[in-house]
């Protein structure tokens, strides 16, 4: 062991030692964290099988020889491979809650979870919605949170991806939910038929071919199927539009994260009447339509 590490004796000189060497490396954040510091507590912490809430002067207590080796390990990976900490951890938060994640499925961090621990409010009566779908569903934390937010509702969630629609049904499992949540593999909507939902629900692969050569290492990690979606990134969201009316009840409400797409979403459909949903704790480039706004387009569209 060299002799830097022998001064690491406490969790919180642990936490520091790490957060400096991220920095010194250079390393990009946005999976759960957006700094240093927190990066390196997330993976001190998960290291020793401790909780983010336990009190702060916890962070002085010793570790041990074999302790620190571990944590010392997490850290290196984390610079040496530019993994994402929630891919070393297999764990991430989304709404509140912890599902597992791995390198089939995107790291959750969707500003949807604020939408949803509003309960849709005051975009729809939480009270009316019974019948939701989450497209392209990854590790199922939106399908998932959404039925802890509306208890009397029953989720469809499809995947494309079969490692991920697996990722998925393993966390319906952990959280209860299999009798409301259900993961289909497939297309969009190709597995729900003609099935008719109060709400429909993605965020989708939206990162043009442009964005996706200049991503960071370590979003490179995750799915390119989760994130790439043509020359401007709108394929998935256009076949999303093309198909909401056909599948929302007359009441029905479509929400869709397009991220930094936005502008572009804007420019190709100039006649679409998007609402742009602000949040508290930041992010953006979601929409909301409703059933009414989508009939309204497509009967345009066929006038035309």
Known sequence: MSD????????????????????????????GTDNALDEALLLVLHAVHLD???????????????????????????????VPAAYVTQRARFAGEWYHVNEHVLVPRSPLAELIERRFEPWADPGSITRVLDLCTGSGCIAIASAHALPDARVDATELSEPAAAVARRNVREHGVGQRV?????????????????????????????????????????????LAAGPDGLDVVRRILAGARRHLKPGGILVVEVGDSAERLEAAFPEVPFLWLDFERGGGGVFLLTAPQLADLAAVAEEA
Request: one cysteine or more; proline letters at 7%.
């Open 182 to 226: 259900t993961v289909l593999t497939g297309d969009l909507y190709g597995p729900v038929g003609a099935e008719r939902y109060d709400l429909i629900l993605s965020n989708p692969p939206y990162v043009s071919e442009a964005e996706m050569a200049e991503l960071p290492a370590e979003y490179r990690r995750e799915p390119a199927l989760g």
């Open 52 to 82: 983010h809430d336990l009190p702060g002067d916890f962070l002085d207590s010793r570790v041990t020889p074999a302790e620190r080796d571990t944590i010392v390990g997490l850290l290196r990976r984390r610079i040496d491979e530019r």
């Open 4 to 31: 830097d590490l022998a001064h690491l004796k406490s969790l919180r000189d642990c936490v520091r030692w790490g957060a400096s060497r991220f920095n010194e490396a250079g390393l990009c954040f946005g999976h």
